[in-house]
């Protein structure tokens, strides 16, 4: 009688041992085995994007045509940063969880990757979906192994929480994509003013509202200001501005017809269409630059001194000016 129960005491036991083995070994794999990537899409094929954050009240919408990306503002369309929204579609795209932090929607809030809290995008091929992610909120993590130095000053990794908005589970990811996202049509926006190359400037031309104007010329390598020998340094560096120049603050809605022209800049360079710099007056206070480098868009010239820098005059050049 003590056999049999000894018996089937061990059976149960047994029976018990290995459910509780098959259990284990399905939890632990579970919990080890998360997605390769956030969202599985083709870039090449996305044609539209749409971007929902909290700190925008309505969605930013950007599409493509004819090869390039142009970004809405009001009810029109305006040429995008073609380099930045590439940049976006390729680093979410390549977007790897790292670690599952959440498998509930009870913990949404805490890592920001609802509707209300976290910034929704969600790129398209015409009206279909391929690929929708919730970007939550950032985290910034200190390396674990300290620096001997104490001037040292450590690299902070950036992390993001994220969640793909038909799932529930959330994941730990590189934050730097959403750092620099942009919360508003106009981060999107090409801000080109001028991108030119130096050395294959050969002649500026100014001129000003009441008869001024004048020329700077390269001749031998030589810059002239009117036929004559100006600082070389300050001519110089002059040129190199037209190097790498954006605007900042763009003017919507703007009519140049509407508004008193100041100054027109003509920049010629070496086999190659003239560049031209205009700017306008809206009050005593504020300027406008344009470029017919980037047609559609004006600038504010006030922030990052964009009206100083390239409307000098004369005298800028002149040895001894100011």
């Known amino acids: 009688m003590l056999n049999k129960s000894s018996s089937k005491v061990l059976w149960i036991v047994l029976i018990v041992l290995v459910a509780l083995f098959f259990i284990l070994r399905y939890t632990d794999r579970s919990e080890r085995t998360i997605r390769k990537e956030l969202v599985s899409v083709d870039t090449a094929q996305i044609d539209n994007i749409t971007i929902k954050s909290p700190k925008n009240n309505g969605t930013i919408q950007i599409r493509k045509k004819n090869d390039n990306w142009q970004v809405k503002e009001g009810d029109r369309y305006y040429n995008a940063d073609n380099r930045k929204v590439r940049g976006i579609l390729s680093q979410i795209s390549e977007l790897k969880p790292q670690s599952v932090v959440a498998k509930s929607s009870r913990q949404w809030d805490k890592y920001q990757v609802t509707d209300s809290l976290g910034t929704r995008i969600q790129f398209k091929k015409g009206e279909e979906t391929k690929a929708d992610l919730i970007l939550g909120r950032i985290n910034f993590k200190v390396p674990k192994t300290q620096s001997q130095n104490p001037y040292m000053r450590q690299q902070q990794e950036i992390l993001m929480y994220a969640r793909p908005y038909h799932d529930k589970s959330v994941y730990v990811t590189d934050g730097m994509v959403k750092l620099g996202l942009g919360n508003k049509p106009d981060d999107f926006r090409e801000k080109l003013l001028c991108r030119l190359k130096p050395d294959q400037i050969n002649a500026v031309t100014f001129v000003y509202t009441g008869g001024s104007s004048f020329t700077l010329k390269k001749e031998d390598n030589k810059w002239l ?32 017809g509407s508004h008193s022209v100041t100054g027109k800049i003509t920049v010629e360079q070496n086999g190659k269409e003239p560049v031209v710099l205009t700017s306008y007056r809206i009050d005593s206070t504020k300027t406008v630059v344009h470029s017919s480098l980037n047609k559609e868009s004006y600038f504010d010239g006030h922030p990052g001194k964009l009206f100083e820098k390239f409307f000098v005059r004369k005298n800028t050049f002149e040895k001894g000016g100011s």
Do not use: E, R, W
């Not at 340094?233 to 954006?246: D, E, L, M, Q, R």
């Open 225 to 256: 200001l009117d036929g004559q020998p100006v600082d070389s340094a300050t001519a110089a560096k002059y040129i190199h501005n037209f190097s790498y120049a954006n605007g900042s603050k763009f003017i919507n809605n703007f009519d140049p």
